[in-house]
């Protein structure tokens, strides 16, 4: 996992695995999943992350927990 904080952007990226990139969901707004080919995220967009997370935490040195309430759903799937 690596994670990535654009201080001039104000956005936080955190990529969860190394896989092709397919297509993006927002499911919230400022929060953007990345998915590959088979439906799987690869990695988390937070916009204006410094209205999400103190700016003192976007350091790599602090462990950061938050909560998407949000169903996925494979694309594609008959749900």
């Known amino acids: 996992m690596r994670i990535r904080y654009d201080e001039e952007a104000d956005a936080l990226y955190i990529k969860l695995r190394e896989a092709e990139y397919y297509e993006s969901d927002e499911i919230q707004e400022g929060f953007i999943l990345d998915y590959d080919a088979d439906g799987n995220i690869i ?3 937070i916009l204006e992350a410094s209205t999400h997370v103190p700016l003192a935490d976007l350091s790599t ?4 927990n938050f909560e998407i309430n949000h169903q996925l759903i494979k694309t594609g799937s008959n749900v």
């Open 43 to 45: 990695a988390i967009e």
């Open 61 to 64: 040195k602090h462990t950061m």
